[in-house]
């Protein structure tokens, strides 16, 4: 190929990308006004989310047990117990009312874990389930769908038990919730997330991903440092830094750790933080921010 | 006024098509021609020439997207202009903008193998259709419109490195694309 061809070949581009591209894109930095707008509404989401977050803590303290005529699985391989709910497939579940159907859906979601056994790489509900607030059974089906594997430190992981048993480091208690955004200010990104503890991990994946300007903080011989903020006011922080193929993690109890896929350093700086994010709290704010430049 | 109202007009043969045009899309137009001749007066004679091109085509043609259409005459005129002046006054930045798309050439053996600007079209296409949204539109403001590197950080609100480390990053990507197409 020439570099005529290439040429000619991006003149060559679809109408519909050329005139997607004419079109103005947000910018990214905000005036002092709209920060102080999203500063107090982001305060009014936390509050709102934390009581949320303890109101679904204590709906969700236990599963919706299939003797509960309200919440029955009926197909499936959740059949005749919600605790089963361990791999992908269909569930078809059977409630009397919307409510308890969406619990068992929303437990769904955020455990994976039944008895010993434990699964990985696990599953999204694709299809949020809607059904009529009424007294007559009724019927819908949960798609499961096979995410890709979570992976870290080169091998899967298996997700854990519901935070409420389990605290890292020591007993915090986070309740911090915003995610799915990523907000460039200044030199730094703001991640959030408001997904429940399964999502947070395959879709916060994705958020962090595709969160542009991740990517756009450069690497080759600089780094950044993320810090994740606990809502009793500590704080971690991590430090990415290295160069081009060779990277390396330092935690903040100093020790480092050597970036295995060098390809794709941002990658698994994502899943060692989201393998964090898991021990401690699925709700997290973490502030990405340029150390070095690059 | 909707941009399908405004190819009606042309259909209608009425001269207020151009009036419409030029009130809707000149600032967009005389955009792409600056950023190719960094000279006013030249650009102004494109974007006539432009809307006597756009006045010739519509109709027989009906062009789904109006923006597009009208920027891409524009571009091609504007792109004319500018191998006909002299070699000083060409834009540095569309030769830089062409320069760094070096990269994205395959390394095949057949250097001379032809390919077909369609064809090569669709696959750069189906590429950009892969990536952000915002990344992609990026990448056709520099490498479509010639957009400095400098603006697209303003509008976008990145630093001037981010936006090279993102194109830099977008060509390799595209390189492996292609040689994966078998170009």
């Known amino acids: 190929m020439k570099k005529d061809d290439l040429t000619k070949g991006i003149d060559a581009v679809d109408d519909d990308l050329i005139a997607e591209a004419a079109g103005r894109e947000p910018k990214m930095k905000y005036s002092t006004k709209v920060k102080l707008i999203r500063i107090l509404t982001g305060a009014a989401a936390v509050a709102a989310m934390v009581a949320t977050g303890f109101l679904l803590k204590a709906s969700l303290g236990k599963p919706p047990k299939s003797s509960d005529p309200a919440a029955i699985v009926t197909e499936g391989k959740g059949s005749g117990d919600p605790e089963a709910v361990t791999e992908p497939g269909t569930d078809t579940v059977t409630s009397a009312v919307t409510s308890r159907a969406e619990e068992y859906v929303t437990y769904a979601k955020t455990t994976t874990k039944a008895g010993t056994k434990t699964v990985t790489g696990v599953t999204t509900v694709t299809k949020a389930v809607t059904m009529p607030d009424t007294d007559e059974p009724v019927t819908t089906t949960v798609p499961w769908t096979e995410e890709r594997p979570f992976i870290y430190n080169g091998r899967e992981q298996t997700f854990y038990p519901p935070m409420k048993d389990y605290t890292y480091p020591g007993d915090t208690s986070i309740t911090n919730v915003q995610f799915g955004t990523a907000v460039l200010r200044d030199r730094g990104v703001w991640v959030n997330c408001s997904f429940d503890q399964a999502d947070c991990i395959l879709n916060g994946i994705s958020a962090f991903q595709n969160a542009d300007e991740i990517e756009d903080i450069g690497f080759d011989g600089g780094g950044f440092c993320v810090k994740v903020f606990y809502d009793d006011g500590t704080s971690r922080e991590y430090e990415l830094f290295g160069t081009l193929g060779l990277y390396y993690l330092k935690d903040q109890d100093g020790s480092i750790k050597r970036m295995k896929d060098t390809s794709g350093a941002e990658n698994e700086l994502v899943w060692y933080l989201q393998g964090e994010f898991v021990k401690i709290d699925p709700y997290i704010t973490a502030f990405f921010e340029e150390k070095y430049g690059g | ?183």
């Open chain 2, 1 to 183: 006024m909707d941009d399908p109202e405004i190819i009606d007009l042309y259909w209608e043969r009425s001269e207020d098509a151009i009036t419409e045009t030029d009130a809707k899309y000149k600032g967009l137009c005389m955009h792409v021609a600056n950023n190719i001749l960094h000279d006013r007066q030249d650009a102004e004679e494109c974007l006539n020439d432009t809307y006597l091109a756009v006045w010739k085509a519509i109709p027989s043609k009906r062009p789904k997207y109006l923006p597009a259409f009208l920027c891409r005459i524009m571009r091609n005129i504007a792109l004319k202009r500018c191998e006909h002046n002299s070699a000083k006054k060409r834009n540095p930045e569309v030769m830089l903008s062409l320069d760094e798309l070096d990269e994205c050439i395959p390394s095949t053996e057949d250097v001379e193998a032809a390919c077909d600007a369609a064809e090569l079209g669709r696959i750069i296409s189906s590429f950009l259709r892969q990536q952000h949204k915002r990344s992609r539109m990026i990448f056709l403001r520099r490498y479509w419109y010639f957009d400095p590197q400098s603006k697209l950080a303003e509008d976008f609100g990145m630093t001037e490195n981010a936006v090279k480390q993102l194109l830099f990053r977008m060509r390799g990507q595209l390189k492996e694309y292609l040689e994966k197409e078998g170009l």
